[in-house]
């Protein structure tokens, strides 16, 4: 797609809600890849970098740096991220407990036909 609507950003040619890992949006709304070795950044230049895949530390989103994954989480070694467990669509991080809750997505209703736009329901439930 050419242009996105607002709270979209467009990454190869794609809108999605946010941009991926090593892309920052631009203030065209489009993702850029971040410098060299950065996984998470605001912008193109080292100062924006947020996390730097060469320190041998990895990224909790909403957390920061840590020296390994927490049980809760899997460690990806190609981004250095720690990411939800299988079976998990959010794994919200708790600083507190410094553990990660496993939610999963459950349908709570079926999709309505009554109209040309059709509706489910869908929750997070925590695990």
Do not use: W
């Not at 909403?62 to 020296?67: A, M, P, S, T, Y």
């Not at 959010?90 to 410094?98: A, H, L």
Request: with cysteine.
């Amino acid at each position: 797609c050419a242009v996105c609507i607002n709270g979209y950003e467009s990454q190869d040619g794609v809108c999605v809600k946010a941009c991926g890992l090593g892309l920052f949006r631009d203030n065209a709304g489009v993702c850029q890849k971040c410098i060299e070795n950065c996984g998470i950044c605001s912008g193109p230049t080292a100062d924006e970098c947020k996390f730097f895949t060469n320190t041998g530390k990895y990224f909790i989103k909403g957390f920061g740096e840590v020296d390994q994954c927490p049980t809760s989480l899997k460690p990806n070694p190609d981004t250095k991220v720690c990411e939800c467990l299988d079976g998990c669509s959010e794994c919200p991080f708790d600083i507190y407990s410094k553990q990660a809750y496993c939610l999963s997505l459950i349908h709570i209703s079926e999709p309505t036909r009554q109209a040309e736009i059709s509706y489910a329901v869908f929750c997070l439930k925590k695990k």
